[in-house]
């Protein structure tokens, strides 16, 4: 992601072009990361039925320790875009709007640029929106290794090398469900005072 560098030595006019640039190259790279993060989801749905139908068609519950190491890379990918999609929104209107906006300003203080960052964010339902996100990426990306690894406790095998890839594998989803949560975007928007 790029950011904003010293451009008091260039007119405004080139300032503006530089900073608009900026923002299409922001915000193309949050499409693409939409757009990765919604296949990410898929790719784990994917990962957990091919895993469950192979465990299930050969017999061997050990696969099932497949589960959580498929869901943990693709939880933690899916993650890592979701925080960048929402870093991009914060620098663009903490950032890029105050520092274009300064540019552009006519005296009136009336410009308010790239009002669709702030917006949107401003939704009364948004909390509820995100909540209920926040519980689909949990039962999406940390239930099915949770199950995976309580059915492979449950009905064996009970060897060394299984316990412990499934001690590692719970400590795995563990790991990412706390940061599913911590990364997870759930206020809602500020009230004035």
Partial sequence: MSAITDITAVSPEHAVKALLSEYDALKAEQRQRIGARGQLMYATLTAVAGISTVTATVGRLELLLLLPLAATVLGWAYVINNHKIAVIGRYVRG?????????VDDGSNDIDLFTWEKYHRDDPLRPSRKRLQLAVDLAAFCAPSLTGLTLLWLLGPHTPTVLIGSAAALAAVVIL????????DVTGPVQPV
């Fill in 95 to 103: 950032r890029l709007a105050p520092h274009l906006g300064g540019l």
């Fill in 177 to 184: 469900a706390t940061q599913i949560i911590r990364y997870a």
